[in-house]
Antibody
């Protein structure tokens, strides 16, 4: 079964840092792009960041560029999101999502259960 | 950036009725790289449709997608109680990958 499981969320003060992890199983992790998507309380889905299968290419939403860093360890089948200079507006459930091995199948499936990040003093 | 607009914002229907949800893109979506997702309260989103019209594995055939270019539609032929949820469209053909704001399907 293809599965992704996030961890690492929690309460952090404004200006602080946090690292999210996503453990993947059931597929050849290094062959697939991976993504982070977030959802603020009561709001819609917001794309955050992507990374290619080999890790050479990354992309960020403007709202997190320069503050968040996506990375992956293909030897551990794990995706990361290093978040720094956190703001109140970063408060959200963060979802790890499996993408495709090429643009033609880069839809988001499956999604993890999400991990809640709360930025508050 | 491709901006996706979904309409209506809220749809109030009864079980057994047909639901028609619209997703309009600000630019043509490359090769119909458009997906639809369903999200129920407290749950992660679930893929329903990819490539504008292909159903994901395990999705009932009452769900269908259509459209091309800038106009796309998700149709639920006969609403079941479990279909009342929020539906999002997404384009995955051009970075940044973007989502629509969602359509909430309510029980009337």
């Amino acid at each position: 079964e293809v599965q992704v499981v996030e961890s690492g969320g929690g309460l952090v003060q404004p200006g602080g840092s946090l690292r999210l992890s996503c453990s993947a199983s059931g597929f050849t992790f290094s062959s697939y792009a991976m993504h982070w998507v977030r959802q603020a309380p009561g709001k819609g889905l917001e794309y955050v960041s992507s990374i290619s299968g080999n890790g050479d290419s990354t992309y960020y939403a403007d709202s997190v560029k320069g503050r968040f860093t996506i990375s992956r360890d293909n030897s551990k089948n794990t995706l990361y999101l290093q978040m720094s200079s956190l703001r109140a507006e970063d408060t959200a459930v963060y979802y790890c999502v499996k993408g495709g091995d090429k643009i033609q199948n880069n839809w988001f499936d499956p999604w993890g259960q999400g991990t809640l990040v709360t930025v508050s003093s | 950036e491709i901006v996706l607009t979904q309409s209506p914002g809220t749809l109030s229907l009864s079980p057994g009725e047909r639901a028609t949800l619209s997703c309009r893109a600000s630019q043509s979506v490359s090769s119909n790289y458009l997906a639809w997702y369903q999200q129920k309260p407290g749950q992660a989103p679930r893929l329903l449709i990819y490539g504008a019209s292909s159903r994901a594995t395990g999705i009932p055939d009452r769900f269908s997608g259509s459209g091309s270019g800038t106009d796309f539609t998700l149709t639920i032929s006969r609403l079941e109680p479990e279909d009342f949820a929020v539906y999002y469209c997404q384009q995955y053909g051009r970075s940044p990958l973007t989502f629509g704001p969602g359509t909430k399907v309510n029980i009337k």
